[in-house]
């Protein structure tokens, strides 16, 4: 494996115009916002809308790491705990048969170091997708998708349904001659499977100390890998994923490796390209932690206001060590506590980070 080089600023590369994206992205986002609180009466995210597991565990950094892994909040073993929240796409809460791309946030508690700007708490907070890649190069691109999800966040789920289904048929005739379709799978094709076998990806770059790094989080334990591509029926189970998780936390333990891929070619290895993959062969994804969740209600009224409403999840809740890098995180930076703002507003529901224990052990607002 060659050398990872060394964090530089030179790496990122600001556009001139990203101010002017970044503030027609708040915009479309309130729209999409105001849309799902017209329909719920209850504010809800922008994208991500839909949680299908809420649970609380531990994190362990493992030992003996090589200096280029022990960096940051990985600089030394230690044990944090830890919130995850499994969710997926849209921006609107459908019925699972709309099978669209999955999504983890993870929520570090306890982390030292010097904060990000704006960044309270102690938490160092990973947001991730079941997709090596993010679906746009820049926040630019993103833009256009995020329009049309705008356009369509008001559309009966009698024609998503459809339309998902129909997608997720050609994505499997894709899949049977050995492809997989990003854009298939992004717009409704998923393939109906268990959210618990996923692995999970930052998709986008971070700083990991001195170095750069993506983040992934894969299944390791038995009960888990059991369910990668796990066949999951979701027809007339609206909540099909939500049950299936309930169902497996009522006896299993899981465990799940954090892994870090260092970027070790500039230009085979982008920082401001989001969808091109880094080239694994070139540097492969390397296990830094371990996070276990025992048994545990994964849905709870309780759980709902302290973890969903109570909680916000953002890249840019963490430390300088792991600051988010690129255009997309950039975006994310200027659009997230604006989404956030949105739901504490609406729901009268303060939205706090939590420091040192994990909020359902103080208050359900998660203060």
Not at 249 to 254: K, S
Not at 349 to 367: D, F, K, N, Y
Request: with cysteine; hydrophobic share 40%; aromatic share 6%.
């Amino acid at each position: 494996m060659p050398s990872p080089i060394r964090f530089d600023p030179s790496l990122e590369t600001v556009q001139p115009d990203e101010e002017e994206v970044h503030a027609e992205m708040i915009r479309v986002f309130r729209r999409i916002q105001e849309t799902t609180l017209a329909d719920y009466g209850h504010a809800v995210r922008g994208v991500h809308a839909k949680s299908h597991g809420l649970l609380t565990g531990r994190l362990t950094v493992l030992p003996d790491l090589s200096p280029p892994l022990a960096q940051g909040a990985f600089a030394r073993p230690g044990t944090y705990d830890v919130v995850l929240r499994l969710s997926t796409n849209p921006g609107d809460i459908l019925d699972d048969s709309v099978s669209t791309p999955r999504g983890l946030a993870l929520k570090v508690i306890g982390v030292e170091g010097e904060r990000l700007p704006g960044a309270g708490g102690d938490s160092q907070d990973f947001v991730m997708a079941n997709a090596p890649t993010f679906t746009a190069p820049d926040a630019r691109a993103f833009l256009r998708s995020l329009k049309l999800l705008a356009a369509t966040t008001d559309t009966p789920q009698v024609f998503k349904k459809v339309f998902s289904a129909a997608l997720r048929g050609l994505e499997s005739a894709v899949e049977a001659v050995g492809g997989k379709s990003p854009t298939l799978i992004g717009l409704g094709g998923h393939p109906e499977t268990h959210i618990l076998g996923e692995t999970f990806y930052s998709q986008v770059p971070l700083r990991w100390g001195d170095y750069v790094a993506k983040v992934a989080v894969a299944p390791v334990s038995p009960a888990l890998t059991a369910l990668t591509n796990a066949p999951l029926d979701v027809d007339g189970r609206p909540n099909g994923l939500r049950e299936a998780v309930s169902e497996f936390f009522t006896a299993h333990e899981a465990v799940w490796e954090l892994r870090v891929q260092l970027l070790t070619d500039r230009e085979a290895m982008p920082v401001e390209d989001a969808s091109k993959p880094w080239p694994e062969e070139a540097s492969p994804y390397l296990p830094v932690a371990r996070i276990t969740a025992a048994p545990q209600a994964s849905w709870s009224d309780e759980k709902v206001r302290a973890l969903d409403d109570g909680l916000a999840f953002s890249p840019w809740h963490g430390i300088e060590a792991h600051r988010p890098l690129g255009s997309v995180m950039r975006a994310r930076r200027a659009v997230y506590p604006r989404s956030a703002g949105f739901r504490a507003e609406h729901n009268g529901c303060p939205i706090h980070e939590p420091t040192r224990h994990l909020p359902t052990r103080h208050s359900p607002t998660g203060a």
